[in-house]
């Protein structure tokens, strides 16, 4: 069985703190992605990966930045915390897919409290 | 960019069926997917349509109609255990990562 594992499950940081949301998965994906998760507006991705050291961004990638030194590893940084970065956080990996579909594989998530 | 729309909250009875509806407006288009979530759980993978028709997955089935634009999930013989939030979500092909858009969920209460 795949498994993703991020690093905590609650997180409560200060406006202004530069925060670290780690995902460690041992399955040998090539691709790793960040989503966040808000009532009503499912997941959104952030940023995604698809090799080690590239990373490309999402749909809300403002205020964030990531790092994929190795390959079963992408870490989520928020350069300077704002409360609106409140939120669940949810890392996922797969494999490329190609012409099929390749199921992403999600992390129990973290809930981060900017406060 | 790509835009996905799903019903917010669907109440059933324990045994019945429900049909959860998703359409989708996008730039790209290489197959629909939908997750479950439990409160608290992680988003799991249920079934994925990359062609027109309908996809069987036990109790579950998955339908596309590319033309339309829109999908469904069914979702038969309702259990208390499927009391959840259903995604539907676009994949948008692997030059772009694989990576999929979600819909903004529905919440499936099933009472008995």
């Known amino acids: 069985d795949v498994k993703v594992t991020q690093s905590s499950r609650y997180l409560v940081k200060r406006t202004g703190e530069k925060v670290f949301l780690e995902c460690v998965q041992d399955?040998?994906?090539?691709?790793m992605f960040w989503y966040r998760q808000d009532p009503g507006l499912g997941l959104r991705l952030i940023y995604f990966?698809?090799?080690?050291?590239?990373?490309e961004k999402g749909d809300i990638p403002e205020g964030y930045s990531v790092s994929r030194e190795k390959k079963e590893r992408f870490s989520l940084i928020l350069e300077s915390a704002s409360t609106n970065q409140t939120s669940m956080y949810l890392c996922?990996?797969?494999?490329?897919?190609?012409?099929?579909?390749?199921?992403?594989?999600f992390g129990n998530g973290t809930r981060l409290t900017v406060t | 960019g790509q835009s996905l729309e799903q019903p917010s909250e669907v109440t059933a009875v324990e045994g019945a069926i429900v049909q959860i509806n998703c359409t989708y407006q996008t730039s790209g288009f290489y197959g629909l997917s939908w997750y479950q979530q439990h409160d608290g759980g992680a988003p799991t993978f249920l079934s994925y349509?990359?062609?027109?028709g309908l996809e069987e997955t036990g109790r579950f089935s998955s339908f596309l109609s590319r033309s339309d634009s829109y999908g469904y999930l069914l979702l038969q013989e309702l259990q208390m255990k499927d009391s959840a939030s259903y995604f539907c979500?676009?994949?948008?092909?692997?030059?772009?990562?694989?990576?999929?858009?979600f819909g903004g969920g529905t919440r499936v209460l099933v009472k008995p």
């Open positions: 996922a990996s797969s494999t490329p897919g190609g012409q099929y579909n390749s199921p992403l594989h």
């Open positions: 979500a676009v994949r948008e092909g692997p030059a772009a990562g694989n990576k999929l858009t």
């Open positions: 349509n990359g062609l027109d």
């Open positions: 399955m040998d994906h090539e691709n």
């Open positions: 990966s698809y090799d080690v050291k590239m990373k």
